[in-house]
């Protein structure tokens, strides 16, 4: 998908953002979310700058955002899949001692995106809207508008078919428009 965009094929940035789905009565490992006031569970993603899914944690929802980037962080730094990672941008709910956490583990820069609190209603942050679109794309798959399964890796597995159907659509759609067979 990068290079079919005319990008390099391994990311300098990133960006990264949780979301709480409700989840079913037999889904297995749910946790209180105070925010939410509702037991749920939290889908934890970091993507490229195109928004493409390069890691994803689903955990209870009673896990701070701060920790759950831990374990986001930690399976993408492992993988050992993005030489090039640079920077990784995310919202106000990551800033603190993460921010060293992931200087010292990962070597890359978190970098806070913050919104203005002078501005009222909702505003497009520069860098951060990439991972909401994202979630966004991904709601429209049926198999992920609620957390079915029991097991999360289940869930993450999901999740990542979900974007691979995407990405394929898209493909075809390229190929289609360009006239390739």
């Excluded at 990133?14 to 979310?33: C, E, M, N, P």
């Excluded at 966004?136 to 990542?160: K, P, Q, V």
């Amino acid at each position: 998908m990068r290079r079919a965009a005319g990008k390099e094929s391994e990311p300098r940035a990133g960006s990264i953002d949780s979301l709480t789905v409700k989840a079913t009565r037999t889904s297995g490992q749910r946790g209180y979310d105070a925010g939410k006031k509702i037991n749920r569970v939290k889908r934890h993603i970091f993507v490229d700058t195109m928004g493409l899914l390069l890691a994803v944690v689903v955990h209870s929802a009673n896990i701070q955002d701060r920790d759950g980037a831990k374990l986001v962080f930690a399976r993408a730094r492992l993988t050992g899949a993005w030489p090039r990672m640079e920077r990784v941008w995310a919202d106000g709910g990551y800033a603190g001692k993460l921010i060293a956490w992931v200087a010292s583990f990962c070597q890359w820069v978190l970098e806070i995106v913050k919104r203005n609190d002078d501005l009222k209603g909702f505003k497009l942050l520069p860098k951060r809207w990439v991972v909401e679109r994202t979630f966004s794309w991904l709601s429209n798959d049926r198999s992920l508008s609620n957390h079915y399964g029991y097991c999360n890796d289940t869930a993450e597995t999901i999740i990542y078919m979900g974007m691979i159907r995407l990405m394929l659509r898209r493909l075809a759609d390229e190929e289609a428009g360009a006239g390739v067979s």
